[in-house]
């Protein structure tokens, strides 16, 4: 079973979101979603409008995602893909680069961000 990890806010969920864990799970057998919780939202100076435990109920609600996890720190990724077993570790390429260092442990994909949607627009156009 190929097992596939990607992390995240996943605020406000749109279709940008859908589309990145769409091609996330395609990749693979099995999509593990790490989403940041409360505190780490702060430390990356985002605030989110649904809490963690509400967006992770809504990531679990979606077909192609198999199970959420917490992300809590920046450093707990070479340690999830080791204890979950993770094949292969994507992200949209607004992080490309960032994430190399994992190319020690598994693969490393940067997927095109969906262009003309994100949280922040969304906000924007309702303020
Ligand atoms: N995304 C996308 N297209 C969009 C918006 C988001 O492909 N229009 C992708 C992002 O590239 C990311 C994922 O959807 O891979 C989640 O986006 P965010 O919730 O904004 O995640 P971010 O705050 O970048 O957190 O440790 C990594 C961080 O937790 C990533």
Redesign the pocket.
Known sequence: MKKVI??????LLHW??I??LKRAKALGDYLIVAV?TDEFNAL?H?EAYHSYPHRKLILEAIRYVDEVIP?KT?EQKINDVKTHDVDIFV??D??RGEFDFLKDYCEVIY?P??TG???TQIKDDLS
């Open positions: 990607t992390y995240g806010t996943f605020d940008g979101h589309e990145l940041s990356k985002k992300e920046w992200m949209g607004d992080w997927l961000r969906t949607i994100s949280t």
